[in-house]
């Protein structure tokens, strides 16, 4: 058993354990939070999705600002949690591997290395890039595929503060071919925010909960100008309509979706097909503490294909690929294509893999393949 | 002649000055409907909003009259070495903390307090002079704000003045994507969300129907600007 301790600090999610272990021991929130029953701001135990509190109107404060490190206080504060009380280490005993977004600047790494090294005293340091340890892990995974035969693989990260495509050659990244979109989950949450309290309830502060929602009921479209037009419809014809509670604290402490079964009709839609049968539902009014999503479920993870859309002025993600790509090579072009690695919390709505290959295929030359492979466990 | 020629051998200061970003935006321009989209695209990055409560206790306070000249003594020790040795950002907010350490002897506070022995003799021969507390001034109140906020990253990114880098060399700034290759965009009715083909005149968002345009103009037209 090794004495490393692996740390991918991350701008949502802390993923800590040992080295040589297959999974993460530990997964917590970077933040430290304050629900309303609380006057201090309390350290996660475990994601928010899996505890059991009342997240309504929690307040938030983050270390990690855009994916880069600027408040080392509060991260040291975190970070010392997670050390005593649930991956039980002895700092001055172990070796840390960290991993630190690209092109940080000198300051932060300064006070990053103060941090590691005066405050908790580790014994050595490794300070890593995230692509380049994708790709390692994927070569380790699947040692006969054509990652780690060719040593070359494009890594697609679409983390909380932004979104990275990061071309990785012999376990180095190529920093002139990384291209990033300031899109990521922590905007898509926003987004979802502004649409709902636009449209039904002001949840401008409910970050944690909007999050939940977020996660359970939104998913890719395929084609949104059709879907469009099955969102319009009314009663059980809208197959996209769903219903979320909102927690009230008496009856129930968490938010919940009305109808899971019916948040599922959507996968029924394939190609060009047409529904079969809608479902039988209730008729009943929007009572209070709870709301309707039809068409933000596909509009907000859209936006991260197209962010011209909300009027940013940035390419989508098929862009971003086809230039990173560009900008490394012409040898490496073909081998890139066909080793695309998603990864980030952000590629785990249904159906994104198959947008993504059907934004990516006109933009890609004919002789070229393209393959994207995803992180199963 | 003068002032021509002078401006290489002018002392400028190199404080950050910080504009409030709704400033920068309404100097930038004064088109309304620019206005109203940039104010949406900088809520859309925003962490949480406002969320980060006044933490300093309230019964802390300055006292003025003494404690003024050490304060003009620290800074302008700041601002000559500022001028001379280029500090980071991180070693002007340790001498900073320092006036802090003057100036609320009864907080001591967890954050930023440095490590090196220099600002700790300095820091002790401070704190014999410490005095009863008075009401703090409303500067010194924005200056214990402006220090104890940790430095937002835009604000160290512009200071790491990474244009001047040549371009060969990879940075933050050089791995943003870019603009799209086709301006042609969707638009989304801000009401209901759905494709919208018509345009508000005062504020310029969509809708896509006069029920959602009445519903605008009741509810958020100018919601950001005004």
Redesign the interface.
């Known amino acids: 058993m090794s004495n490393v301790v692996v740390l991918d600090n991350g701008g949502g999610f802390i993923k800590a354990g040992q080295g040589g272990e297959r999974n993460p021991a530990v997964v917590i929130p970077n933040c430290l939070y304050r629900p309303l029953t609380s006057k201090k701001f309390l350290h996660p135990t475990t994601t928010f999705s899996s505890s059991p509190d009342d997240l309504t109107s929690a ?4 270390p990690i ?4 490190l ?2 080392p ?2 991260q040291r504060d975190i970070w010392s949690h997670l050390f005593t009380s649930l991956l039980h280490v002895t700092p001055s005993s172990s070796s840390l591997l960290l991993t630190e977004p ?2 940080s ?4 790494q ?2 990053t290395d103060e941090l590691v090294f ?1 405050d908790f005293g580790f014994s050595s340091l490794v300070v890593a890039d995230s692509p380049s340890l994708v790709h390692l892990y994927e070569t380790s995974c699947r040692p006969c595929g054509l990652v780690s035969e060719a040593q070359c693989s494009l890594v697609v990260d679409c983390g909380f503060s932004f979104t ?1 495509a990061s071309p990785v050659f012999q376990n180095i990244t190529l ?2 071919g ?5 899109l990521g989950g ?2 898509l949450t ?2 979802l925010k ?2 709902v309290s ?2 039904a309830i002001n949840v ?2 409910e ?1 944690l909960l909007m999050d939940d929602v977020k996660e359970k009921l939104c998913f890719v479209s395929l084609d ?2 059709r879907d ?1 037009q099955f ?2 419809k009314h009663g059980k014809d809208n197959l996209f309509r769903c219903t979320y509670v909102l927690p009230d604290g008496v009856t129930h402490t968490k938010g919940y979706v009305k109808d899971p079964e019916a948040a599922k009709r959507h996968l029924a839609l394939t190609d060009g097909a047409s529904p079969s049968e809608a479902i039988e539902t209730k008729n009943e009014t929007d009572q209070l503490g709870e709301f309707d999503l ?3 479920r596909f ?1 907000v993870p859209e936006m991260i294909f ?11 993600l098929a ?2 690929i086809v ?1 990173a790509v560009n900008a490394c090579h012409p040898y490496l072009h073909p081998v890139l294509y066909q080793s695309i690695i998603l990864t980030g919390g952000s590629t785990l709505f249904p159906r994104f893999v198959e947008r993504l290959e059907k934004d990516l295929r006109p933009l890609v030359p004919d002789d070229y393949q393209v393959n994207i492979t995803t992180q199963e466990e | 002649m003068d002032d021509d020629n002078s401006n290489a051998l002018r002392r400028m200061s190199t404080r950050t000055r910080k504009v409030a970003p709704k400033m920068a935006a309404a100097l930038g321009s004064s088109d309304n409907r620019s206005q109203a ?1 940039l104010a ?2 900088e ?7 406002g ?3 006044v933490e300093m206790n309230d019964d802390d306070e300055a006292s003025l009259d003494e404690d003024d000249q050490e304060i003009g003594f620290i800074q302008s020790l700041m601002d000559i070495e500022a001028h001379t040795h280029r500090y ?3 070693e002007i907010s340790f001498l900073q903390s320092l006036i802090d350490i003057e100036a609320h002897t009864r907080r001591y506070t ?3 307090i440095p ?1 090196s022995t220099r600002f700790m003799i300095l820091s002790t021969y401070m704190q014999k002079r410490s005095k009863g507390t008075k009401r703090k001034t409303r500067q010194a109140k924005a200056l214990e704000n402006a220090r104890k906020a ?5 604000e ?2 512009h200071e ?1 003045n990474l244009e001047s880098l040549p371009p ?1 060399v ?3 700034l050089r ?7 086709s ?1 042609s ?4 009715c ?6 919208a083909k018509y345009t508000c005149v005062t504020c310029g968002m969509r809708f896509c129907s006069c029920r959602c345009q009445n519903i605008h103009n009741d509810t ?1 037209c100018m919601k950001f600007v005004a």
């Open positions: 307040a938030i404060r983050r600002d855009r994916g880069y600027i408040n206080d509060l690209l092109f600047l000198p300051s932060i300064r006070s005066e990275q920093n002139y990384v291209k990033r979109i300031d922590k905007a926003n987004y502004e649409l636009y449209r401008m502060d970050t949104v100008e469009l969102a319009r039809t068409n933000e509009l197209q962010p011209a859309d909300l009027g940013m002025n940035e390419a989508g862009e971003c230039r | 989209a949406r695209l809520a859309l990055e925003n962490d949480n909003a969320i980060e409560a980071t950002s991180i967890s954050s930023g490590f940790p430095r937002s990253f835009l160290l990114l790491a060969h990879p940075s933050y791995a943003a994507v870019g603009p799209p290759s301006t965009r969707r638009h989304f801000s009401v209901c969300g759905f494709s958020r």
